[in-house]
């Protein structure tokens, strides 16, 4: 993987994980006494399925890679850029009710469920653009760890000021990604 590949999948982690980050942020408010221990169950529950959906993805996007091979980067492009534009209608949308318990386990896998499936999205491009996936889900998975301790730690401390700016810059982060891959195809291949 070369410097320029890891930068890209680094900033698609860091694009994908808004959605665990503001999450993680609400668990902090909500349990303003979490423990560490409470803390990393839940940022290793955000992280494990935002790492595990990529890998479906990918795999899905393998099997039918050969016939698509022609418009790959368009393909990538447009998923990324429609993920993209989702992020940012969501940063509009009015909070939910925050009365949950973040460490109940069903509330958990929810949680994790709904803020990674734009992460599947994304695996399903990883199979047009020919990354190597592997090393890809463990970046995905440990940024999406680190930024949900920070998350829960902000939360905790500061309370949720930076929510919604945080998905509007998530989702232009991957808007911009689709178009650094559409470029590099269409002027560089």
Not at 3 to 21: K, N, P, R
Not at 73 to 88: E, Y
Request: proline share 1%; with cysteine; net charge positive.
């Amino acid at each position: 993987m070369t410097i320029v590949e890891f930068i890209t999948i680094f900033l698609i982690a860091v694009g994908l994980c808004f959605d665990s980050f503001a999450v993680s942020v609400s668990s902090g408010l909500m349990m303003k006494h979490i423990s560490f221990l409470q803390a990393m169950r839940i940022s290793f529950s955000l992280a494990f399925f935002q790492g595990v959906m990529p890998l479906i993805g990918w795999f899905a996007g393998k099997r039918i890679s050969d016939y698509l091979a022609n418009y790959d980067h368009w393909i990538a492009f447009g998923l990324l850029l429609i993920i993209g534009i989702r992020m940012l209608l969501e940063s509009r949308k009015k909070d939910e009710d925050k009365t949950f318990n973040p460490l109940n386990i069903w509330y958990m896998i929810y949680m994790s469920l709904a803020t990674s499936i734009d992460a599947l999205i994304v695996g399903f491009s990883f199979a047009f653009i020919n990354t190597n996936i592997y090393i890809s889900i463990l970046i995905i998975g440990a940024v999406t760890f680190i930024s949900a301790m920070l998350g829960i730690l902000f939360g905790k401390k500061a309370g949720i000021l930076f929510g919604k700016k945080m998905e509007i810059l998530g989702g232009l982060i991957l808007i911009v990604i689709g178009f650094k891959i559409l470029f590099e195809h269409l002027f560089f291949t």
